[in-house]
């Protein structure tokens, strides 16, 4: 009986551990069991899930449990900003989950957009509980766009969650740079300084009895210490102000696993947002065709309320 990979969705002979495009381990013999026994009708064909003793379906899940105590990263860490979320739900067809989710997987790589990657990811959001889900990345540049489908109760599920990362911005690096230099060149003054004042007593010392070297000017010393201690006064604000970035960007690399955050922009170029709307027209499409595929109502797929269109702005710093 084949079996179905459950990160590529590659079909496998009956016996393999493995599987044969991406070599990861395919499902025990007790998750086989789970997916492939029952039958559907007289006809012996196979079902996900196997059927209740009573008449009336129960509730289903495919979820893993809960495990450990975590941490405080969120599911989409390392994947950029979450800017979007949107769902549907499709009453009484819970028993279609892998099936959906396999098709809608076979069509984003059939699409062969330019420059896009569709895989699998198992994401993890991490509280006192972590929590696994089974997603479908299509990726394209900046943005993600993250499938999952479960059965609820009966029913369907499938929601989309959009992330953006962009990359550095030339502005806020410069920037960055020019913070540092104002910052440490006091502290690079005074270090010099006092090099220089250990320096002229060194060579009063050795000269004594003998004629005195030419040695570091004393007023020369003296208006380095005073540059020094402006340049400190004024670079105190922005002192104030690295600490505050430094703070923020430990927090977003423990809840977002990004810790240059600031370094990127906070809000989305034309084309950036045009790239977005485009990679949720292009996934909505193909759950439709999914949908119609296997049967299964289509209309039911509808656009956002508020449009394809993102916001510009992302964060609000």
């Not at 800017?83 to 989710?101: D, E, T």
């Not at 960055?176 to 007593?201: G, K, W, Y």
Request: with cysteine; hydrophobic share 40%.
């Amino acid at each position: 009986m084949p079996i179905t990979c459950k990160s590529c969705f590659q079909s496998n002979p009956d016996g393999n551990s493995s599987c044969m495009r991406c070599g990861k381990l395919l499902f025990s013999e007790t998750t086989q069991q789970f997916f492939q026994t029952g039958e559907m009708g007289g006809g012996g064909q196979q079902q996900m899930f196997p059927q209740s003793a009573t008449s009336a379906p129960q509730p289903v899940s495919v979820m893993p449990p809960a495990t450990g105590l975590g941490s405080m990263r969120r599911a989409f860490a390392g994947h950029g900003t979450l800017i979007k979320h949107h769902s549907w739900l499709l009453n009484g067809q819970n028993m279609q989950v892998m099936s959906i989710r396999q098709t809608i997987f076979d069509k984003l790589v059939q699409r062969h957009l330019d420059k896009s990657n569709t895989s699998s990811e198992n994401l993890t959001d991490q509280g006192l509980i972590d929590e696994h889900r089974d997603y479908i990345k299509f990726r394209r540049k900046s943005t993600s766009v993250f499938i999952y489908t479960a059965p609820a109760g009966n029913d369907l599920y499938i929601s989309r969650a959009t992330t953006v990362q962009p990359g550095f911005s030339l502005l806020r690096v410069i920037f960055f740079l020019l913070m540092l230099a104002v910052i440490f060149t006091p502290f690079i003054n005074v270090i010099a300084s006092s090099a220089a004042a250990a320096t002229s007593v060194s060579t009063s010392v050795r000269s004594l009895g003998a004629p005195a070297a030419p040695g570091p000017d004393g007023s020369a010393i003296g208006a380095l210490f005073l540059w020094s201690f402006l340049l400190f006064f004024f670079s105190l604000p922005l002192l104030w102000v690295l600490v505050a970035a430094l703070v923020r960007s430990i927090v977003s690399l423990v809840l977002d696993g990004d810790f240059w955050v600031l370094l990127r922009p906070s809000s989305l170029t034309e084309f950036q947002r045009d790239e977005v709307a485009l990679m949720e027209h292009t996934t909505d499409n193909v759950v439709r065709e999914a949908m119609k595929q296997l049967g299964l109502d289509a209309d039911k797929i509808t656009a956002p309320p508020t449009g394809y269109q993102p916001a510009s702005r992302i964060r609000l710093i």
